[in-house]
């Protein structure tokens, strides 16, 4: 909360000095008025917008990073928050009929405010693509924070599923092939023994930026569970995903990856499968997968 | 007469709230989990009765109740599915002073899984683990030692993640495991197969891990070794301080069971533990059960495990529950499981 008041003080400062400034001119300039003067209908429905307004700010200025984009949506809602608060006060401070500035403090922010709102918009539209560009091969179709691993920076099983579903769907209607690798690493659980879990963690780690590497535009990259990651190969026959699966393959057999206490070469070695999808949905197209890297997989662990 | 039951009289076993878990222990593994996931400790253990100082401090214990509700706490803030799977692979042999001694240096994974039931006030507080042998099979139940909750799947995975990584560290080969679940495919079946095996099978009539019998005898490094022995005093001593080595529930299970042809009553069972009924009935109701859940329990899971491993027929199962008419017993049967006995064996491949 602290940091929280410290990054925004300007802004926060700038708004409540605003608005009290604009108090002590209502008040300099008018005379406060009697109870039934009072339109309440106004009151709440204007400074309703206010307090909404005012929690917009806080929520952006909490979820986002510093930065332009930032700065202009915010400084767009401190306009328009400012404009309703001034509209507020007008219901309780009778001003005199020929002054025409309350009209200024009341009317102007709100356009402007309106302006840099919708210009903020369009900055975090190309701000959205350029971060959906870095999110290749991680995300395609659809976005769902809620599905996102909690290690790796990819998305996990469930957004598998939900994606493959789609997938399948898009290669049924256009007539194309689709295909799966699945990735394991060999003897994951001696690295956790003998290096402990956070190593174990810096692995998947690392091994899930070199998949990524390794993949094509087009192609998505998910961690299944533990140490089991699957490609979603889009317009792939059975033959070039057999290709890119050895490719993975070779790429973490080369992964000179080394431990973060000692700097140890680890040396790593994955078993991996392939299927291409024919007539069945996502978890079927997923046991098949699964029952693959079973026969692939050897059955004594070599001690690394 | 009555010196034979004074001697069969079964044991007060450990309660829901008795504090003897030490905290630094085997709750531990799961706070240390939760923080390498940046979970704020204070709100993990919000509700517990504890607080992260008094885990460091090393003398703080306790009970299956508080213990559940770390896991339940954990459940909330950590909800991905891998999260009773990596809490599973953490558990044992662990860190836990003798009782971790015991199954590091266990002759085989037999010895080791015997050890973990004998010493399961000290590695398994809340599960127990149920072994039963056919010609080819060991197969591995378990059972709630402190009554069912909301978080029975999460204790049952991570428990079958525990002896399949157990088995696995020490023998340094990935056996052929095969497992059977009472409920249905949940949607995150992929951890089943990464965390335990490819055998996996969904609403089966109980949840069972079996192994073929050949692998339970295969050395493991630190066979027979002298700090073993001495590590499994040290446990024993422990256990003769409390005065009990497993749960009540676990002892009214066994006695029950044992019991299984007689005529069984709430009075009666009550009077074999040397308690008033009234007691013993707020007992189980403390664990959230009742007499009648227990002998139910009881009774099925021995029929099941007549007709699964055993391959006897109805009459025979029918008798060996001490039931004289079989219309009753099938009727009965219907109500434990939800199945007819002619359904469970078409379901059991019989």
């Known amino acids: 909360m602290r940091s929280f008041l410290k990054m925004h003080s300007w802004t926060l400062v700038g708004l409540f000095g605003a608005g009290n400034i604009g108090l002590q001119i209502y008040l300099a300039a008018g005379d406060i008025k009697y109870w039934p003067e009072i339109n309440w209908m106004d009151v709440a429905g204007e400074g309703g917008t206010a307090v909404i307004l005012f929690g917009w700010l806080i929520m952006l200025l909490r979820a986002r990073p510093a930065g332009r984009v930032t700065r202009l949506l915010s400084l767009g809602l401190c306009c328009m928050c400012f404009a309703m608060w001034m509209d507020v006060l007008d219901e309780f401070i009778r001003l005199a009929p020929e002054a025409v500035w309350d009209n200024w403090l009341e009317t102007a922010p709100m356009p402007v405010g309106m302006l840099l709102l919708t210009f903020g918009m369009f900055h975090l539209h190309r701000e959205q693509q350029a971060i959906s560009a870095q999110m290749s091969k991680r995300e395609r179709l659809f976005r769902e924070y809620r599905l996102f691993d909690n290690l790796t920076p990819l998305a996990g099983a469930q957004y598998l599923k939900q994606h493959l579903a789609q997938a399948l769907d898009m290669s049924t209607k256009e007539q194309q092939p689709l295909s799966l690798v699945a990735i394991d690493l060999d003897d994951f659980n001696e690295i956790n023994v003998r290096y402990g879990q956070d190593e174990g963690d810096q692995v998947l780690q690392g091994v899930a930026q070199l998949l990524l590497m390794n993949l094509r535009q087009q192609d998505v990259l998910c961690r299944l569970a533990g140490d089991r990651f699957v490609a979603v190969l889009p317009n792939t026959g059975e033959h070039q995903a057999l290709g890119i699966a050895e490719e993975l393959q070779q790429s973490i057999a080369a992964l000179a990856h080394r431990t973060v206490r000692h700097g140890e070469r680890l040396h790593l070695s994955a078993t991996v499968a392939t299927v291409m999808a024919l007539n069945e949905d996502e978890d079927q197209l997923l046991k098949r997968l699964n029952m693959g890297l079973a026969k692939a997989k050897p059955r004594t662990a070599q001690c690394a | ?350």
Not at chain 2, 202 to 229: D, E, K, N
């Open chain 2, 1 to 350: 007469m009555r010196l034979t039951a004074l001697r069969e009289a079964p044991e007060a076993g450990y309660e829901c709230d008795s504090r003897f878990v030490a905290a630094h222990h085997l709750p531990a593994v799961l706070i240390d989990l939760a923080r390498s996931r940046n979970i704020d400790t204070h709100r993990l253990l919000r509700g517990c009765g504890l607080f992260y100082e008094d885990v460091m401090t090393g003398r703080a214990q306790i009970s299956p109740r508080q213990f559940l509700q770390l896991v339940e706490n954990t459940r909330r803030l950590l909800p991905a599915a891998d999260t009773p799977f990596l809490f599973g692979q953490r558990l044992w042999p662990g860190h836990y002073g003798a009782a971790s001694d015991v199954l590091e240096q266990a002759d085989h994974l037999l010895q080791a899984l015997e050890h973990i039931k004998a010493y399961r006030a000290l590695l398994s507080p809340l599960l127990t683990p149920v072994m039963h042998f056919d010609e080819q099979y060991l197969h591995l139940y378990w059972r709630f030692s402190c009554g069912e909750n909301d978080s029975n799947a999460f204790l049952l995975e991570s428990a079958m993640t525990a002896v399949v990584a157990l088995a696995r560290r020490q023998q340094m080969e990935r056996l052929p495991w095969r497992f059977e679940f009472a409920y249905a495919e949940p949607s995150h079946v992929e951890q089943y197969w990464v965390h335990l095996s490819d055998n996996v099978a969904f609403g089966r009539p109980s949840t069972v891990m079996s192994l073929p019998r050949a692998h339970l005898l295969r050395p493991w490094p630190h066979a027979g070794s002298t700090g073993g022995r001495v590590a499994r005093q040290t446990c024993d001593d422990q256990l003769l301080t409390w005065g009990w080595a497993a749960s009540f529930l676990d002892e009214l299970n066994e006695h029950l069971t044992r019991q299984i042809r007689q005529p069984l009553s709430l009075e009666r069972v009550a009077a074999a533990f040397a308690v008033s009924p009234a007691s013993l009935k707020r007992r189980l109701a403390k664990h959230g059960t009742s007499f009648q859940e227990q002998l139910d329990l009881a009774r099925r899971d021995l029929a099941v495990h007549l007709y699964q491993v055993k391959g006897l027929s109805n009459d025979e199962v029918a008798q060996q529950l001490g039931f004289n008419d079989i219309t009753n017993f099938r009727r009965s049967f219907k109500r434990w499981t939800g199945l007819v006995p002619s359904e469970l064996k078409a379901l059991l491949g019989h």
